[in-house]
Each structure stands twice: as C-alpha cells, then as structure tokens.
C-alpha cells in the first residue's frame, strides 16, 4: 500500500517499549537493591507514561493524516500472511475515534498507578503496555485473525492485573472475567473458522460483501453475539464486572470500563450490523429487551451498593444499555449516538474510578459508608466528583447527555417502549448517583479517619484534569466528533440496507 | 430590541460571571460577589430597559384595531391569514448537536416571550444578588453561594432564549442543577441534602416526560427546533413522520405509542406537560418544592418562586401551538393547575413555618397559571408569571428578613408583633400580601398587580365556561374558592408574624427544637447567635439596607407593574404586544370573551377576598386562640391539610420502598442465580451430585421474582414480534 506504516507504528509502540523495560530491568536487575529501588520504580513508570505518551502522539498523527470526508478504510497496510489470512490493519472513524480513547487513557492510567502501585512494577508496566498494543490492535485489525489474536490476548494482560495487583479476592474475580469471556470467545472463534471457510477470505472488506444465507447468519450472529454480550457486557452476562472492578487497581478499573468493554460495542458495530444484517433485524426486539433491562436493571442494583467501585461498575452495565439500545436502532441518530456514548462513557466512567481511586489510595476502603463529609477537607475533589456524578446522570452540558438523548431519540424511531424504557435509567442514575455524592461528600465528617485527608495531589490533578476538560468539551461541541465518525456511520448503515 | 451584542451579553455574561467562583481562592469573595453582582444587575437593567421600551414603541392607536376589524379578522382567518406576523429574532451562536435531521444550535431567540421572561429573570436575580450581600454576610461560603446564583441565572437565561428543544432541556435540567446545589447549599446537614436529592429527582421524574416528549416531537417533525415544528402546526402542513409512509398535517397526524394509535399532537402535550409538572411542582409531583425551602431564602425568592418553577408555564405558552390544537393534553394542563391551585392553598392554611407557608402559596399561583393556559388565555398566564415574580419574590424575602431579623427562626408561632420591630419589612410584607390576594376595584384602574393578573385568569376561565372548553367550569371554580383560601392563609401569615404578643420577648429563641434547623456546630447557625453584635441580645431587629433596597424595588412592581403592563399582555395591545409569540387557534376566543362575562364574575373574587380577610382577622387577630385550637384539636380535615395530603408518605411507601426492594431482589438475582448458574455453577458442574439439583427447587422468593420478570419479558417480545415490530 505504500506510504509511512503509521498505525503498525502505532500499534506496537507500546510493545517495544515493554521489551525495552523488559531489557533494561534485565540488565540492572544485578546491580540495583537495596536504596535506589523506590527511584527506580518511579523511572520505570515514568517511561512507560513516556512510551504511552508517544503512542498518543502517534494517535495523533494519524488522526491527521486520516481524511473524515471520505468513507471506507483508510491508512490501509496489507501484508500476506497465510492463505485467505493476511496482516491487514486500516481505520474508519469509529475506530480511529476509539483508537484515541485508548491511547488517550493509557497514559493517565499508568500515571494514576504512580502512588498507588509499590510491587512488581516492571511487570505491572510491561502487562500494561502489552495491554495497550492489543487494545488497539483490536480496533485497527481489518483481518478476522489477526483480530481474534488481538481480541483474545488482551485477555492475558488484563487478567494479570487484575490477578496480580487486585484486592483481596482477586483470584476468584480474574477467574470469573477470564471463564465469561473465554466461552464467548469460542463461540466467536468457531464462527470465524466457518466464516473464512465459506468466504474464501477473512478480509473484513470482503466479509463486509459477502451475504451469508439468513439461516446461516442467525447462528454467525448467535456467537458473536455471544462474545461482545460479555464484553460490553450485557445483562445476563454482566456479573464478573462489579467483581472485577471491586478487585482490580484503579488503572486496571479504568482501562476496563474505558476500553475493553468498548470492544463489545465495537464488535456489534464493525460484524454484527454490517455482516449479518438480516439477522441483527430479527433480533432487534430481543436486544432492545436486553437494553432495557440492563438500564433499569442494573440501575436499581446500583442504588443498592454499598461499595463505591461497584455501584459505579453497575452504572456502566447501565450505560452499555444506551450503546445497545443506539445500535440497534439502525438508525444514524441511534448509531452515532452509540459511538458517541461509548466514547463518552470512557471518559466519564474512567474519571470516576480515577476519583474513587483518590480516597481509596488515602483511606484503603471503598465502603461507602467509611466516608461522608469530604467536602470539607477536600473541596476540590469535591468539584470534580460533582461535575463527574452530574456527566454520569447526563446532564446537559457533559457529554453524558449528548450519547443518552440520541441513542434515545434514535431508539424511539425503532421502538417507542424502548426508547421509553431507557428514559426510566435516566430518572434512577440521578437516584444511585446523588445518594452516592451525598454519602460520600456531603454531610458531617463522621469518620475521625478523615479529618487529617489531603486534597488531590498534583499527580490526581494532572490524570483527572484532561477528563474534566474533555467531558465538558465533548458536552457543548460534541460535532467534533460526529464529523469523525459520520462517514464511517453512513458506511455501516449502508452495508447493512444493502445486504437485507 | 437590543443590538445582538448586548443580548448575548446579558445571556453569556451571568455564566462566565459565574465562573469566577472557582478562582474565589485567590481573588477573595468580595470580588466573586462584585463581579456576580454587578453583572446579574447590569443584565437586569438591560432586559428591563428592553421590556419597557418595547411596550413604549406599541404606541396607544391598537386599540380600536383591536376591537374592530384588525382582531376579528384574525380570529376568523385562522392561522394562515395571521394578522400578526411573528416577530422573532435568532442569533445562532455556534452548532450544538448535528446528527442527520437532529440539529440542534446554540441560539438566542429573541420574541416577546423571551423578552418577559428575560426581564423576570434578571431584574429578580439582580435584586436577590444584592440582598444577598445582606441576608448571607455571615456565611463562610458567599463566592460559591453567588456563583451558584450566577450559574442558575445563566442557565433560565439558556432555558428561555433556546431557538429548539435540546437547548431549552440544557437550560431545563440545568436549573435543575443549579437548584439543586442551593436547596443543598448547607450541605452538612441532613435536611437539605435529604430535600436537594428529593428536588433533583421528583424533577428526573418530569423530564422523563420531557425528553420522551421531545424524541416524539423529533419523531413526528424530523426537527428539534421550535420554528419548523410550531410552524408545521400552525399553517397545518403535511409532514412525514419516520414510521409512516403517508404523509399527514401536523394536526391530525397519528403516532403509534406502545401499540396505541394515538394523536401526536396529544401525546406530545401530554409528555411535555409532565415535565412541566415537574419543574412547576403541580399536584403529583408538587412534593419537592416545600422541601425546597431548606435552601437559603434568598434561593427560595429567585428560584422555587419568581423563576425556575414557572419554566413549566413558559413551556406551555411557548408550544402554545400544541395545546391550542389538542383536547386532552389541554384539559389535562387546566384539570391539574385547577387541582393544585385548590390543593396547594389547602395545605398553605395549616403550615406554621413562614416559608413553607408561601412555598404553597407559590405552587397554587403556579397552578393558576396554567388552568389559564390550559383554557386557552395563555397571556393571562403570562401576564400572572410576570407579576406573580415580583410579588411572590417581594414575600419571600420580606419572609427572609424577618427570619434574618429573629436569627433564623421560622416557626410563625412563636413570632408575633413583628410591626413595630421591622417597620419596613412589614410594609413589604402588606403590599405583597395586598398584590398577591388580588385586591382591587372591578371596572376601575384601582388594583394591585395580583389582582389584573388574577381577574384576568379567573374571568377567562369564566369565558371558558361559556364556550364549553373542557374543565374551564373546574377551573372556575377551584380558582375563586383558592382565591379565598389565598387571602385567608396571607393575613394568616401577616397576623401570625407581625402583630399581635411578641413571644420571643418572653423566651429565648434557644428553646426551639425545630428539627430542620437544630442547633449543630454549624457556621449558618453560628450566624444566629453572633450577627450584628448582639451578643445575648435576641430582639428582632430590621435588616439592613442592603436587602431593604430589594425589597423597595419588588414593592414597585407589585404595586405598579399590573396596572403598568395590562394593555400590553392582555388587553387593547397584546396582539401587537405578544407580536405572535403566543398562538391562539381561530375558535379560541377566551380572552377577548372576558369582557361579556356576567357582571358577578368580576366581582367574585372581591368578596371572597374579602370574605378571606375577614375570617382570618377574626380568627388570628381578635382571637388569637382559635387557629391554635382548631390545630390542637386535630380534626381530620386539619390533619389532612397539615400533613400535605400524606403525599410524602404515600410516595415513600410506594415508590420509594418499591425500588430499594425490586434492586434488592436485583441484586440478590445476580448473585444467586446468574452466577449460581454461570461461573459458580460451572465450577460445582464438575462436581454435580443430587444437591446439586435440590437447588432448583429453593422456595426463595427473589428466584420466583425473577422467573416472572423473565417471563414477562419473553412474553412481552413475542407480543411486539407479533404486532409487526411497529412502535
């Protein structure tokens, strides 16, 4: 294809720098005890904000060099590999908007760790970088193999974390994370073998073309579906994520809910709507039912919480609903609202475990009746949780409410009890969120623990900062990103009335 | 109207002013209250130089227009044929949401509306930033109260000057915000965080009616903003819903809503209403605003009475379109302002805490507002919200004064002979009273504000009456019996604080154990004891003449601004006046019909007020007795008043308790059964004997519960499969 490798660059930057750490811990490995250990744990990680950082500006430049108006795949390498398989990466908007999320995250999460991470660190950064090729590998694979490869692997380093640096019953949460998301892969990894059998190729643009019969397409969609239900995940298959949050570090927790259950979303939209059509109309009550539910669902166990990461962890099944609900709508408004909710979520959800994460680090308790009364030694926190919790219940103004209201608008165009339904979470995120702010924030300082509390540090200041900002950005100008994914909406809609 | 410049200006200024708030570290509070103050001040004396010069520039020679030809040939032209063109500006300040048809701007529209509305809003928040100064001087967080003033005035600026749907919902939820934070202000306390939650969410409930309103409207129009879709209804065009392959006009067109054939128009009024419901606090879902009144008073007087709670009514007179063309979204908006008008005047009878008193007051004010709207005089309605603003806000902070002049007492019964303490407020305090019982002379320019607002609403409904418009007989009367029910709980008020014996000269106010307000370590209670210098000295005392000047002000304007303004909102110039702004179908003719009510209509209201007067003074002045006996011997009716209907109860019983169990029952489904039959399970798979199976048959109920959810799901979808998929 030509030109600069740049999204091959971008993919296994993070790769490289893992080796490099890798080396270089090697080759001190002898001579560094005793003193120097705490600095160099603190240079380790400092690379690796530096080689995530990197990463970003790679992002970046493809962003750049990416053209929003025209459609299709862009940026394309191809290489032959194996048969109908091939090494093939390429962007559209929706991945390229996704992408960016990653890369954007990475960074703040691996800084986030600063204080918070004292054992192993050269392994917790290696897993994360690792982490990081994969995750955007994911959204740049336009093969079905490599990007199964990439999809699964991101298993391992993510399982790691949260086995190896979680809490008390880290064990058993990996355990359930890996189990759930194992099964659905298989059933994922079966259908692809059928697909690149019948297909004579595992090109996603020719996959796109190709129309499977509607018999066969229902059971394609079955396993797929099966696979991203998890990721996202949907309501049944939601219970390793309370569990796996509730365990893993505050990064962990953050590149989960900010990135690895867009992969679920990312998957409806890059196979399910765009290779199965037919199917994917026929299932559309049933997904909507599966949305509605996880909205009230999941809203209403929220509310029950009485541990802040897991109340938040409910709230994000909740707000997967409205990436349900947006996608199958099959409408533009319902898709870019999903797109939009996806990203939107990863910013907000991850600013909230981030601000969980702040008095966790402070206290080691995430009870939420452990705390009340911060506001009075903490007003800045304070703020930024106010402005957090109003982006989660959609306020107008935040980004939270640009992806509710057109997933919903786009909902109701497909299904008005739907649509309906979805509004009924918009009433019970205020309920679990403000209860939550109240408990925690508001009120007397009942806990002498935390008379003697610090305000956020300057590390905090620089990781929650930037989401702050963007989520009020993103809330008054969110065209800027619609002009990204438009083109890469209208294809997908287009594939999909042209295959039916 | 004003050059763009200063119309952005007054909009956007309040905002950034605002923003200064978070600085207040490092510039200091006065600053914050400065920049705050002065911006909010200067917007208000732009807005209201604009009002005044746009009823200045009407000129007096409507008038026989009016009543001739001009005005009759518009009622029987209909829409098409409008005499008035609609006069409107929009000043696109940058793109908001553009997704397909969904497009959404930055706006400001400017029309008659907005200009009522822009006027309310900044000359009371002006006035309440400046007896802030005042009324919070010993509050340790003054730069976050003013920012918190600042913000929600920028967003009612936003919520009225929005050219579309998604605009007005920003400006909507974030009044929303704003008040929330000040019903929250002191938020180590229980009270109000338990009331700011409560506001935040009864208000969730109604903008669940409102956002699923605008997906309908989106739905029917493929447009969010007000110009095409109110346009559409008001020439009747054809439009082409996305569902439908035919095309309808807007009037007739059908929505499928759950499976129902149902009107648009209908169903879009109706789910539009229920979040005016909310933001207005009508009967249903009134149960917020007296909580509310745990804020500070000067955030009772700007927000929970003079502006955000009547963002219901503009919304309804804004899509005056909608309503003119419905039945039962109409009759519903006139059926629940008739309710809430009587209802809420009940339980104002029978409260003891001064604010809660004129928070009732407020939401049976609201509720005649919209019986107005709801029976078609939608300037009426306007014309109360504008005067109902000064005098409502006027009461509530000559309510504060008085509370800032017996240290943060609010209890009516232990005051009392308040006049000769705080002359000045008590004279306030009279001429609000005066203006909001309505008092003035039928045929004669000889009235109070509240009395052209509140004949006008009462003699339209009268008029309803006439042309059979549904529920206008309800509204009628409901209205003339909470006319009296007003006047009587007013004086109540009057005699119950300010004449009478002085019991806080007998005790200190130390004894009193109101919950709400207990003495905690708290610097707002710190201010109690140690403002002014008085040390033990707990004599009331006036207030200062930084909040004296606010209310000087508001005594103006419930003086002068029904007598100012009638020709203009409702009489010989509102066509030229409203230039459009409010549509009224060719059949509807209530306001213009009050003029040919009976005789004894006009003076209805005279008496009963009187009649109001007349009891309480028996009952509060000469017998002073007689109110506390009634409500120690608690008779059933007194209960039912003085507990609000058992609203709270009801709901939290209901509602509330409903949740917390279905989430429980939620929550232990996951435990138990997702994960007993997912990963659990699996890993007992391996090792499955006969327990194994004996778990199926656990008589628990949240298994059964859960069973049913699911099959009422499954059920639920074959029942959508088989109707088509539609809607």
Known sequence: MGGFPILSVMTFLPLAGALLVMLVRAATAGSSKGESTAQSKKAVLLAAVIISAATFVASVAAFFAFDRSATGYQLVEQYAWYGPISYKLGVDGLSLSLVMLTTFLTPICLLASWNSIDKRVTE??????????????????????????????????????????????????????????????????????????????????????????????????????????????????????????????????????????????????????????????????????????????????????????????????????????????????????????????????????????????????????????????????????????????????????????????????????????????????????????RRTVFGEITNPELNDIKDMNLVEWICIAPLAALTILFGIAPNLIFNLTDSSTTRILSLMAGGQ | MLPDSLLIYIVLAPGFAALTGVFHKWIGDRVVMAITTGVVLSCGALSLYQLFAYVAGLGGATEAVHHASGYDAYLTAGAEAAAVELKQRVITLMPWIHVGDFQANWAIRVDTLSIVMMAVITGVSGLVHLYSWGYMSEDPHKSRFFAYLSLFTFMMLMLVVADNFIQLFFGWEGVGLASYLLIGFWYTKKAPNDASIKAFVTNRVGDFGLALGIMAVFFMFRSVEFGPVLDAIRTNAVITPYAFAEALPARESVIVFFGERVYALELIGILLFIGAMGKSAQFFLHVWLPDAMEGPTPVSALIHAATMVTAGVYLVCLLSPIYEYTFYASG???????????????????????????????????????????????????????????????????????????????????????????????????????????????????????????????????????????????????????????????????????????????????????????????????????????????????????????????????????????????????????????????????????????????????????????????????????????????????????????????????????????????????????????????????????????????????????VIIGAVIVFGAILWLRSGGAG
């Open chain 1, 124 to 437: 917790y950064v290696i897993a994360f970088l690792v982490l990081e090729t994969f995750m955007i590998g994911v959204f740049v694979a336009l093969d079905l193999v490599l990007f199964y490869i990439f999809f699964e692997a991101g298993l391992i380093p993510m399982f790691l974390i949260v086995g190896i640096w979680g809490g008390k019953d880290r064990v058993y949460a990996a355990f359930k994370f890996f189990l759930y998301t194992l099964i659905g892969s298989l059933l994922m990894l079966i259908a692809m073998v059928y697909m690149i059998l019948a297909a004579g190729s595992a090109d996603f643009e020719v996959l796109e073309k190709f129309a499977f019969a509607p018999e066969i397409q229902t059971w394609l969609w079955l396993a797929f579906i099966a696979s991203f239900a998890v990721k996202l995940p949907m309501w049944p298959v939601h219970t390793w994520l309370p569990d796996a949050h509730v365990q893993a570090p505050t990064a962990g927790s953050v590149i989960l809910a900010g990135v690895l259950l867009k992969m679920g979303g990312y998957g409806m939209l890059r196979f399910s709507l765009p290779m199965f059509p037919d199917a994917s109309a026929m299932f559309q009550p049933f997904m909507f039912a599966l949305a509605v539910i996880a909205i009230v669902y999941t809203s209403l166990v929220a509310w029950r919480q009485t541990d802040m990461k897991k109340l938040i962890a409910y709230s994000s099944v909740a707000h997967m609903g409205f990436v349900t609900l947006g996608i199958f709508a099959f409408n533009e408004i319902g898709v870019q609202g999903a797109i939009f909710q996806m990203l939107s979520h990863g910013l907000i959800s991850g600013a909230l475990f981030l601000i969980v994460g702040v008095v966790y680090d402070r206290m080691h308790t995430r009870e939420i009746a452990a705390y009340g009364g911060l506001v009075s030694r903490m007003p800045i926190y304070a703020s930024f949780f106010m402005l957090f919790t109003m982006a989660n219940v959609g306020l107008p103004g935040t980004s939270g409410f640009v992806g509710e209201i057109l997933t919903m608008v786009g909902g109701f165009q497909a299904a008005t009890w739907a649509a309906a339904g979805a509004a009924l979470g918009v009433i019970f995120s205020a309920v679990y969120m403000l209860t939550l702010y």
């Open chain 2, 332 to 706: 519903m908006v006139a059926l629940v302002g008739a309710v809430t008008a009587l209802y809420a005047a009940t339980v104002g009878m029978a409260q003891n805490d001064i604010k809660r008193v004129i928070a009732y007051s407020t939401c049976s004010q609201l509720g005649y507002m919209f019986f107005a709207a709801g029976v078609g005089a939608y300037e009426a309605a306007m014309f109360h919200l504008f005067t109902h603003a000064f005098f409502k806000a006027l009461l509530f902070l000559g309510a504060g004064s008085v509370i800032h002049g017996m240290h943060h007492e609010q209890d009516m019964r232990r005051m009392g002979g308040l006049a000769k303490f705080m002359p000045l407020t008590y004279a306030a305090m009279m001429i609000g009273t005066i203006a909001i019982i309505g008092l003035g002379i039928p045929h004669t320019k000889f009235g109070f504000s509240g009395f052209f607002s509140k004949d006008a609403i009462l003699e339209s409904s009268y008029a309803g009456v006439m042309a059979s418009v549904s529920f206008a007989q309800l509204a009628f009367w409901f209205g003339l019996v909470a006319a009296f029910l007003t006047s009587f709980y007013s004086w109540r008020l009057i005699y119950m604080t300010f004449h009478g014996p002085a019991p806080h000269e007998a005790h200190g106010h130390d004894a009193h154990a109101h919950d709400a307000h207990g003495h905690d370590a708290h610097a707002h209670d710190d201010h109690a004891h140690d403002v002014h210098g008085h040390g033990h000295d707990h004599k009331p005392h006036e207030s200062p003449l930084v909040m004296l000047i606010p209310l000087a002000l508001l005594s103006l304007g419930a003086m002068f601004a029904g007598v100012y303004f009638y020709d203009a909102f409702v009489d010989a110039k509102n066509e030229t006046f409203w230039a459009g702004a409010i549509y009224r179908a060719a059949e509807n003719h209530v306001l213009h019909d009050r003029h040919n009510v009976p005789e004894w209509v006009l003076w209805a209201p005279l008496v009963v007020t009187i009649a109001g007067f007349l009891i309480a003074t028996f009952t509060y002045s000469f017998n002073r007795g007689i109110g506390a006996r009634v409500a120690a011997s608690g008779g059933p009716l007194h209960a039912l008043f003085s507990n609000k209907w058992y609203f709270d109860e009801i709901y939290q019983a209901t509602l509330v308790r409903g949740s917390a169990f279905l989430g429980n029952i939620f929550w232990k489904a996951d435990k138990k059964i997702i994960d007993g039959i997912g990963p659990d399970g699996m890993a007992k798979l391996a090792s499955m004997s006969s327990r194994g199976l004996s778990r199926m048959h656990t008589g628990y109920l949240y298994h059964y519960a859960f």
